[in-house]
């Protein structure tokens, strides 16, 4: 029996999927290669980036409350995710003494809040679930891979790691909050599967370009 939302998901996720080869620090990471200054760095723009992701699902919650109730229980755990990883973000920051100095932030890194925000603003909040869905499982990736990489070549621990441990988790509760909107747009025909694309490309580009700008940290 087929699932219309389960297979949008998924179908939307494996064609947005980035090139193994397109993120040019995580794999210095893996291999231990990346500085600690560039790790330092990642905690400061991560900084900014969770409290902007959390305003922005935030706001998704409150504008989809009314019309599309599933839509915004997805989005209200999104922002509760996004206070959780803030809280682990701070063991992450000081493990890699992100605090020592000044940090002006990376334009090529703050770009995908800023998306993120626009997204927030303009677009329909059913459209943005599944272009979200695709792209945190690229991030989640990113996160295993950063995660195991910590403990093996850098000695961190398990509270050091926490922060991408959490995202690098499958979250069964969010993916069925994931179905539910889906299925309620496509039921309601509200769901522009040329714009779901369109807010996944961009996304995934400014997944890459924070990845891109970090890996010229000294």
Same mark, same amino acid.
């Given at each position: 029996?087929?699932?219309?939302?389960?297979?949008?998901?998924?179908?939307?996720?494996?064609?947005?999927?980035?090139?193994?080869?397109?993120?040019?620090?995580?794999?210095?990471?893996?291999?231990?290669?990346?500085?600690?200054?560039?790790?330092?760095?990642?905690?400061?723009?991560?900084?900014?980036?969770?409290?902007?992701?959390?305003?922005?699902?935030?706001?998704?919650?409150?504008?989809?409350?009314?019309?599309?109730?599933?839509?915004?229980?997805?989005?209200?755990?999104?922002?509760?995710?996004? +206070?959780? &990883?803030? #809280?682990?973000?701070?063991?992450? %920051? @000081?493990?890699?003494? !992100?605090?020592?100095?000044? *940090?002006?932030? =990376?334009?090529?890194?703050?770009?995908?809040?800023?998306?993120?925000?626009?997204?927030?603003?303009?677009?329909?909040?059913?459209?943005?679930?599944?272009?979200?869905?695709?792209?945190?499982?690229?991030?989640?990736?990113?996160?295993?891979?950063?995660?195991?990489?910590?403990?093996?070549?850098?000695?961190?621990?398990?509270?050091?790691?926490?922060?991408?441990?959490?995202?690098?988790?499958?979250?069964?509760?969010?993916?069925?909050?994931? +179905?539910? &909107?889906? #299925?309620?747009?496509?039921?309601? %025909? @509200?769901?522009?599967? !040329?714009?779901?694309?369109? *807010?996944?490309? =961009?996304?995934?580009?400014?997944?890459?370009?924070?990845?891109?700008?970090?890996?010229?940290?000294?």
């Amino acid at each position: 029996m087929t699932h219309p939302a389960l297979d949008l998901l998924r179908t939307t996720t494996a064609a947005l999927a980035p090139d193994p080869d397109a993120n040019p620090l995580v794999p210095r990471i893996a291999a231990g290669t990346a500085p600690r200054a560039t790790l330092a760095a990642l905690a400061a723009e991560q900084t900014w980036v969770i409290s902007a992701d959390r305003r922005a699902f935030e706001y998704l919650a409150v504008r989809s409350a009314a019309a599309d109730p599933e839509a915004a229980a997805f989005f209200t755990t999104l922002a509760e995710g996004e +206070a959780l &990883a803030g #809280e682990r973000l701070v063991a992450f %920051g @000081r493990a890699c003494r !992100a605090q020592e100095a000044p *940090y002006e932030p =990376l334009p090529g890194c703050q770009a995908y809040p800023a998306y993120v925000a626009w997204l927030a603003l303009n677009a329909a909040p059913a459209d943005v679930v599944p272009a979200l869905t695709a792209n945190f499982s690229a991030w989640g990736g990113y996160c295993a891979t950063i995660a195991t990489a910590l403990r093996e070549h850098y000695g961190f621990t398990d509270e050091a790691c926490a922060f991408f441990d959490f995202f690098a988790e499958e979250s069964p509760d969010l993916d069925r909050l994931a +179905a539910a &909107a889906v #299925e309620a747009a496509l039921d309601a %025909g @509200r769901l522009d599967q !040329a714009r779901v694309r369109t *807010y996944g490309r =961009l996304l995934q580009a400014y997944e890459a370009m924070f990845w891109t700008a970090l890996s010229g940290t000294p």
